[in-house]
Antibody, heavy 117, light 112 residues
């Protein structure tokens, strides 16, 4: 059974940092792109970043470039999102998503990140 | 960036009736090299993570009921639910998988 389990969410003050983790199982991690997608309260889905199988390619949405870093540990079947200089508008549920290329084809349950003073 | 525009924002459909959701991309997502449309549809039910229904414009994922049909090409796409069931109440999103940045439509809420 495919599983993607996010952790590391929580409440942080504006300007602070948070690191999300995603532990995966049930599939060959090294065969897939991985993505982070978020959903702000009452809003739609918004792609944040992705990374390819061998870590040679990463892409980011414009508003997080220079603040967020996506990474993966293929030996530990884990995906990460380091989030720095957090802003109130980064508040969202962050989903870890397996990708068939750029097709978001399996979603974790999400982790809530709240940026507030 | 490719902008994805969905319509309508919401629709109410009677059980057993047809639901039609439209998605328009700001530029073509049809690849000339393989003649495939890089367009996916996702279903997002309350309290659950989103679920991929259709990719490549019209290819249904395994286990997705055949009442869900994706159609269209280039810049104009449609998701049709042929006979709405109670369990189909959800928000539906189109997503282009043509290139980075990946972009989603704004979503269409389907209600009974």
């Amino acid at each position: 059974e495919v599983q993607l389990v996010e952790s590391g969410g929580g409440l942080v003050q504006p300007g602070g940092s948070l690191r999300l983790s995603c532990a995966v199982s049930g599939f060959t991690f090294t065969s897939y792109w991985m993505h982070w997608v978020r959903q702000a309260p009452g809003k739609g889905l918004e792609w944040v970043a992705n990374i390819n199988q061998d870590v040679s390619e990463q892409y980011y949405m414009d508003s997080v470039k220079g603040r967020f870093t996506i990474s993966r540990d293929n030996a530990k079947n884990s995906l990460f999102l380091q989030m720095n200089s957090l802003r109130v508008d980064d508040t969202a549920v962050y989903y870890c998503v397996r990708g068939e290329g750029f097709i978001a084809n399996y979603w974790g349950k999400g982790a809530l990140v709240t940026v507030s003073s | 960036d490719i902008v994805m525009t969905q319509s309508p924002d919401s629709l109410a459909v009677s059980l057993g009736e047809r639901a039609t959701i439209n998605c328009k991309s700001s530029q073509s997502v049809l690849s000339k090299s393989n003649n495939k449309d890089y367009l996916a549809w996702h279903q997002h039910k309350p309290g659950q993570p989103p679920k991929l229904l259709i990719s490549w414009g019209s290819t249904r994922e395994s286990g997705v009921p055949d009442r869900f049909t994706g159609s269209g090409s280039g810049t104009d796409f449609t998701l049709t639910i042929s006979s709405l069931q109670a369990e189909d109440v959800a928000v539906y999103y189109c997503q282009q998988h043509y290139g980075a940045p990946i972009t989603f439509g704004g979503g269409t809420k389907v209600e009974i």
